[in-house]
């Protein structure tokens, strides 16, 4: 009988003996440290078009080496590097966009205020900038000032009104241009006669 409770005791303490053991083995296999010869960032997932800056890249590892980091260790840091960074631009891109938005408002604010060409002018003027702005602005132009909001930005508006204007006076540059009268056949073919 007192081999049976020696016998569960020993199991029981050797069940946890082997828990114990196996928990110290697999700290030291996961350490946190232990420098590795180089480092090397191949399993670190990184987003498409996405590659290391070297500098940087030599900057984290001198890093890495100095608190004797391990390659998981470094792998883990390098992963939530790359997750801030990640985070960081589509912030920055939000950002941007934001303030392009704001921007175009403003634009388009300025541009029915505007003394010259604005408020009660606003919708002549905009048919006449049109005029210029269909005839001299193929698509490629019209969508470059469309994704930057310039088509809205009173100085480009005022350019093509300008234009518009003079395209209606028959005028280039501010000169007017008079229609020539027809000439016949026979004064064209024989002018000395």
Known sequence: MSE???EQTLVGLGENALSKNVQV???QEESCYGKPEKYDYAG???PENYC??????????????????????ANELMSMAVKLTKLA?????????????QQIENYKQNLITDR??????FEKTMRTANIAYTQFADSEVQNLLANSGLNCHPKIVKMFYEIGKRMQNDSIYGVNIAATPKE??????????
């Open 44 to 46: 670190v997932e990184l």
């Open 52 to 73: 290391y800056d070297e500098n940087l890249l030599n900057e984290f590892n001198d890093l890495a080496g100095k608190y004797n980091l391990s390659q998981k260790s």
């Open 89 to 101: 631009g589509n912030n920055y891109s939000k950002t941007m966009a934001e303030q392009q938005r």
């Open 184 to 193: 016949n056949r026979e004064d064209i073919l024989f002018p000395t006669m």
């Open 25 to 27: 083995e697999a700290l």
């Open 4 to 6: 049976n409770v020696q």
């Open 116 to 121: 010259e060409i604005g408020g009660a002018k």
